[in-house]
Every structure is written in structure tokens, then in C-alpha cells.
């Protein structure tokens, strides 16, 4: 049976719900197999989805996925079971929940911390347009070292309404649990329910309830009926307590290596060159340290951490906290990394202004998953932070063209005593590469042509090299230059190109990035001056290739854009 | 005596350290009412800053202001008493902490809530350097709302360095506390210390004491030599209560009102405005609700909050939060508008992209204070706002060019099913205009001449006409359009025009704003397109008019350019 239904679930029994939790698992298992995905996390919140569904009302009743890594039994429980196998894949469903692909789904998440905001908000409406239903806010315990957690929790006593709040505690995140908050859990999870424990989440105008063994469907349903019952006199907080990758030894043994799983890249990792770069560069320089908000492995940088545990900061999902830490160790003549990944830097945004660069300090900014990331969709595309990085002041940005490249800026960054951002996809070639200077472009190919192709980063030299082929049979050359900063730019090889013709790619939004600093260079100057990037929209799931072509960086259009001005 | 001596303090009786306090007091007062500035708060820390500077040996030992509306005193006591007078004035001393200013001031401040964070950075960093000094972070209970504070409790337990917390609380923000957390502190300032709020703190890994009368140099002197000595074993709050405004019967019985004070505008303020327009407009549409995050009073909202107190929403200063709350109740038919500061709305960046347009919900984000603002500076200016968010695909934004246009924005929004940034200066005149629509703008002159000038916003209108009058001096005539909306830009307005020559102003960075957005449309159209806004640096504090002639926006400038090209 792959046709998991809702009403079915309603009059189960124990024992059929069983049963059933585990076809979800082993369809959830053998679908991640085939199309990566999010696994011990899903794996973990199998029963407590399932009992979810048989004690509330879906989608009368309002369920929010905090980050989104636990939906898949829900999704497989409202319709979704038919096309469960297209999990992740171009136009198949999303990884994470989508307003648009269901009426079950609520409210679309993928960063940590918004699903308390978000539960009080619709609490809150329901309570304004006189509806009546049920609210609930699945969160893992990682989320809760959030702040904007802490701030939703602040709002309780402030807005008035009543959601049930579910910590789904694994004592992970992606990487296992840390700080104070963390300790916290632990020691609830451990001795049943301290009072001043319990005290602190009850200050905050909320009612604690639990732990209950969340992999257990005899425990849970009677905890969410009371819970439900509960929650229509005052919010509620449920605490459960799952096992990350419940169900298949391999995950429960190794929960972090299994979070997300994806089809092993044939490529090698950029991570992996910046854990050997810096851990090279710290073991020379004792200023270096690095931090990270919760990614240490996906990052990279486990091998710096178990060199210089001393030097290393994982803060948990705190991404606010990490910029702002990294700023002051630089106050002191330290020389800190923060490494993360290019959409959760948003959240950044303004200690990197405030904090960084408006003191103008020697923050290395590491900034992995630049460009489209494909399968996880729109939460988690890197194409913003060329436009969001490139007008503020003092800080210097690096686009590496391979892996090789990575290495001499990651060299040259200890050098450098300003804010400095390098922006690299998730994999690509070792390759080659000359010295790199701050602020200084390269020439890849020149000869006598009209057009120059500027393209940045590993996928548009690629790219720029495919169109320079085409244009060949075209009968045309073309020149390329490895744009490899945005700021500062080149300026002196900018006025010595000779082209009438200027080419720029970019694995980003086309509004704010390469292409607008160069077209803003080049005004007036009579070049014609043709710019490509991601076009204005949100960037679905999908293969990378097929984002780039579809929008924005497909070959031939570019080629026909340039034929269009070389010929006229 | 206006030079007041750290030295003489160490040595200085109570009685002559409560003199000195009311000679300080005096000189704050006496000061502010000349330059403006902020008054309750830094009134309130007087004895609090004094007994910090007899207690501790700055600028060895470094203390940090969150925020740093308290900064005054310390300014006073460490060598800037003879400056004091040009507070806030071009060229004079900032109103915020500034590294660059003195060694006394070991971290810059402006935004809320980083204080902890950067003391932890900085305690590290010692640990890490063998050094030995004190680290002092003074926050304000206003921020203990923020949920970056939060993050960096939560980090006490990674990081494993020893500060001393100092949690200045006078139960006010800006507007009054609120939220949970206030509730907490709220009772320990009342009934002395009850176990489970003490433990509400000491679960993150800190030693609390207190509260202590932080108006009183007797009580202030003996609990910062205990906290200073317990600050050695472990991390520890000490919990000092002062009264905001103190000293000044005025400002104690209006302390919101004294918060901020700055010579008294002529022109109309847009907040008053929003308040009574939006009030208007809900009268009309129950689906309205106001959001702002600890801004009521100086967003103007006062009346809206008044007149519909279930639909309003004062969250503190948790711009996250708030972000996310809008997103969520526009999930449920209702239409929120979340009014707050330029500068303070790059806190949620990362929210507005996740939350708001990549669900592409009805939420109306009224943006004051934007573009340069001043006198309190970098950390206050709102001149980035057009950048960082012109690239965020669902968005449109507005520019009004009076106060009129900004009316007829608002009544426009509540019909508008899409997100939607109206950014506005804090005053200007009230004016006239005609009918709005969304991606229209206005033409606003209109003759025989080959030049335009596109403006977006009152300042950047002003000076139009201004070039305007001056370009007529040398015989030229030029047109003006009211490019009032960045995005969607009026396509057919920009294809339309005849002109050789397009003059774009904007009153925000020059990089990724308007100009970007006009020179894009008209790339390779051979038309030459001038582009005016800040040049790519942070705007110290100053009068507006001299920080637009200074950084990019000066009449003179703009004219010559303007002729270069049309005598050619």
C-alpha cells in the first residue's frame, strides 16, 4: 500500500498504525534513497506525524513544519503518496512544504525558527476572523537555540493566542545540539520535569507538557489528545523526544552523516578544500580561528575543529550571534572565518553591515552553496549574496573560478585586513591557478575579437567556455576573463579591453550582481554590454544545469544575444 | 568643571562622586537640549557609568553598550568632556560609541542587542591572547527581548570565557517593555529574587546578582566590586535597576517622549501621516493589523493602536519576529502593515525574502527613516534599503514624493494582493498629487530638451527642480519625472522618453538602487544615463543636506555632469 489516506488512519488500530508507521519509513527510506533528501530527521518523526494526523483535523486544522526536514510523512498522509517518488525532482514535489502543492500545507519553511512566528500569526487571525481551529508548530530542538524563537516566545504574553507548540527533541540539529538552551532539553529529557526547568518555558506564558517518547504511537496519542484538549485554555508546549534515523541502524548510528542525503557528486567539495586550506593556514597562524552556525561537517570544517578545538566556535543555528562573534575576535587582532552557506547568511544581513564592515574588520566570510543548490528549492538557492553583499562598503568579494583558486584566496585572506566574502558552489574541478590578487582579474583567453565574455565562478568560466565554442562554428572568437571579484573590480583591466562587446555571467540574481557593476563601469562608454544571471523570480527545485538553462544562463540564449550585436 | 577626570574618580568620596553625577547630569541635560540626542536613557546611567569608571580600570578593561543610548556619561569621564558640545554635530563627537574615536570605545554600537555577543567575542579573544581584563557588556532590558541576545546566552556554555553582564533595567525600551521577558525581570525587580527567575537565567550558565538600586552610588560601588570579583570564577548578570529620565522630573514622567531629542522639525513628519491614514483606512477594512517591534510613538502608529488595540502589534525589538508574524497573518486573508526604521528593517532581511515574497503575501512594509538621516549616524542611516531589496523577486516598492503621495500609497496598498515597500524620509511637506497605480510614474515637466531627470523620493524631487533651475542659468531646459516606483520600473513611461540624456536621483547608495535599475532598462539604447546617490561608504553623522552635497548628491556636482555630456 502506497496510498497512505487520512480517514483510513482515523479508525485504525494501534497495531494498524504500526503497521503503517512502518511503510511510511521504508517508502521514505527507499525514496530518499533514490532521490536524496532530508532522511534520519523524516526517519525520526515518523509516529508522531502519523499521530498528528489521527488526533487533529488536517488541513482544517494548521500544521507548521519549523525548517521543513520533517514533512515527509506528513506529505505521503495528505495526497502526496502517488507522487511521493518524484520527491525533490523538477517539477515532482518539493523537499519542503509548499502552499502551492497543498492545501496542507500551511506555510512555507526552510529556514530554522520562523515556525513559532508563524503559528502565533495564524493563531492570531483565527482569532480576529472569529475561526475556529487548531495551530501547531512542529519544532526541533535545534531551532530552539534560535533567536527568533526566543522572540515568537517573547510575543506569547503579547499576541494573546493559543498554539500547540511541539519540540520534537532528537538532541540534534544537523550537527548534535549545543549551549545552554540544549542543556536545558537534556536535562528534561533525563530526570522527567524540574521545576525551574520547566519554570523557564512557562515564563514565557506557556504551559509544559511531556517529554513523551515521540517514536512510540501508544505514548503519543494520548499526550496530543491532551495536549489538544489543553491548549484551548492557554498555549502548550509538548515536549517529544524522538531518535534521529529511528528505524534503520545505519542512520540511528550516524544521524549527522544521514541528515541529507544527496547523490554523491562526481565532483570534488569545495568544504573539503577549505577544512585542508584553513586547518594548513591555522596550523602557521595562530590568530585564525573559525566559526559555524550548526554546519561544522557540511562545511567542511570538522578537521580544523578536532586540530584547534580551542580556535573552533559552532554556536548552533544562531547565524545572527556567529557574524556578530566573529566581528569582535577580529576587534582583538584574531583573524576569524565564518564559514555558511549562502542563503542562511541572509539571515546575517545586518551584523554584517552593522557589525563587519562598519568597523571595516578582518572577517573572512566562507561563503559555501553560492548559486542555484538545486534539489531543495526555493529556501535554499544561493543566488542572492552577490546582490545583497555588493553595495556594502569595506567589503571585498571573491568569486574563486575552481577549486585551486579557492585555495590562493583562502592564502591570500590572511593576509587581508578588511571584510572579505568568497563565494563558492558546493562542488566543481580542482583545476589550476595563477596568483590572485585582490582586485584582480584574469585573462583567460585573448585575442583579436570583439567580444569578452567576464564570467564568475566555476560554472560560468564553464559556461563562458561552451559559448566561446558556439561561436567559434559561428565563425566568430571570443576572449574570457575570470572576473573573479566583484569588489573591488578590476578597474585598470575594465579600461584596457579594447572589445566592443562585453559578455557577464553570473550564478546569481542578474538584478544587483556582476553584470549590473560592470554595465555601471562601462555607462556611457559606447560598449555594448550584455549581462546574464538569474532571472527575477524565485528559483524551484531542480538539476542545476536545468535551473541555469531555464532561467536565465541557458547557452543558446546567450549565444543568440551576442550573435544579435556581433552582427549588426 | 567640565573636565571631568577619571583619575579624580578613583579617589573622589561618595559624596564627591554623587556632586560630580549632578555635574554630569547637568552637562547631559544642558547638551542635549542643544544638539538633541538621546536624554532619559543616557539620564538614568549616570551613577551606573560613574561607578562603573571607579569600579574598573578602563581602557584596559573594555565595556561594551548595547545599543548605546547610555554612552554619554562614559564619553564624558574618558578625556571628551572639552568636545561634548559639538555631540551629534558634523565633525563633532558621535552619539554612539565609534572605535575611531577614542580607545575607550572598544566596540561600535547603533542597533540592538549585540552587546553580549560582542563581549563574548571579546572575552574569548583574550582567553585566546593571554591577556587579562575585564569585559563589560551594559544592555538595556529593551534588547533582552532581542533574540540575538538570546543567541549569545545561549552560547555562554561554547564558549566558556568570563564577562560581566550588566542588564540596565528601567522596564522601558524605547516605548515600554513587553513580552515575556520583560515579565520575568519585571517580578525579580519587584520582589527581590524568587529562585525560578533566577534560575531562568542561570540555566544558560551564569551567576545572577542583584537587583541593585542603580541610581544610588552607595549601593552601585560594593555590588560592581562583588560582581567584578565573581566575574573570575564564571559569567555573571548583575541585574541594576535605574529610572529612565532620572533627575529630570519632565523626562521621569515622559521618559518616550525624552528618549530621543532632536530640534524640533518644521516640515510634517510622514509618521503622523501613517497613523492617520492607516487608522482611516481600517476603519474601512477590518482586515488591516499593524505591526512594529518596540516603534509605536515614533512610527506615528500611536492613534492606530489606540483606535484598534486587538489589531496591533508591538512585539519589542524583535524585527525577525515581527517579519514573520506579518507573513503569517497575511496568510490568513488579513493585511498587515509592518511600519519600522530603514536601518532596523535589515534585521529581518533574511525574512522578508523567506517569509514574505517567497510566499508572495500581502504585507505592506511602511519604511521610515529612509535615506540619510543624520545626526546619529552610520548605524542610523537608511540609505541601503533601496539596494538590498530592488533584487527580492514579488516585491514592489514605493517611493512617494510627498507626503500626499505617500497617502495615496497607502490607500492604494490596501488593493494591492502582493508584498509591497513604501520608503519615506522622517518629514517633509505635505503637497499634492494625483492618482497612483503600482509601477507608474509621474511626469512632472515636460518641454523641448534632451535631458531627464528621474527622481525618486522628496529630497531627490527638490533637487531636481533645483538642477533644474540651474541647468535653465546656462540656458538649458531639462524634464523631470517622479520615478516613484523602483519595481516595478514604468516600462512604458521608460520607452516613451525622447530625451538623450537621463539624469537618475536617489537619496540611498548609489550601488544596486534606482540609478542601477534605469541604466539596466536602457543598457545599450545609447542613451547616456548619470546616476546620483551616496558613494560606497558609511555616512557619519551630520546634517542631510551636507551629507548629500558631500556623499554624491550635491547640486554643483550634478549640474556639471549633466553639462559635460549635453555640450558635447
Known sequence: MNNFKSRELKNASVAQLNVLCEELRST?????SVCGGHLSSNLGAVELTVALHRVFDFPKDKLIFDVGHQCYTHKLLSGRAEKFHTLRKEGGISGFPKREESVYDCYDTGHAGTALSAALGIGKARDLNGEDFHVIALIGDGSFQNGLIYEALNSLKILHTKVLIILNDNGMSISPTVGGAHEVLEELRQSGKPMEDVALFERFGLRYMGPVNGNCIEELLPALEQ????????????????????????????????????????????????????????????????????????LGLRPFFERFPERSFDVGICEEHASVLAASLGTQGLKPYYAIYSTFLQRAFDEIIHDVCGQDLPVTFCIDRAGATGADGETHQGVFDLSYLSFIPNLAIAIPKNIAEFRQMLRLSTEYAHPLAIRYPR??????????????????????????????????????????????????????????????????????????IVVTLEDNAKIGGLGSAILDFYRNSGKIVLSFGYEDCFLPHGEVPSLMEKYGLGREKIVGEILKYARR
Open 28 to 32: 521514505i527510506y527507499q525514496t530518499v
Open 227 to 298: 495536549a489538544k484538549e489543553a491548549v484551548r485554555e492557554e498555549t502548550v508546549l509538548l515536549h517529544v523526544v524522538t531518535q534521529k534515523g529511528r528505524g534503520y541502524p545505519f542512520c540511528e548510528n550516524a544521524p549527522m552523516q544521514t541528515h541529507g542525503v544527496g547523490p554523491k557528486s562526481e565532483q570534488k567539495e569545495y568544504s573539503a578544500a577549505l577544512g585542508e586550506e584553513l586547518s594548513a593556514l591555522a596550523e602557521k597562524d595562530e590568530k585564525i580561528v573559525a566559526i559555524t552556525a550548526a554546519m561544522t561537517d557540511s
Open 427 to 500: 562542488a566543481g574541478e580542482e583545476g589550476e591557478c595563477s596568483s590572485v590578487e585582490i582586485g584582480k582579474f584574469e585573462v583567460l583567453h585573448s585575442t583579436m575579437s570583439d567580444i569578452v565574455i567576464m564570467a564568475a565562478g566555476e560554472r560560468c568560466i564553464t559556461l563562458a567556455e561552451l559559448v566561446r565554442e558556439e561561436l567559434h562554428k559561428e565563425g566568430l572568437d571570443c576572449n574570457i576573463v575570470n572576473a573573479r571579484f566583484l569588489k573591488p573590480l578590476d578597474e585598470a583591466l575594465l579600461n584596457s579591453r579594447s572589445e566592443k
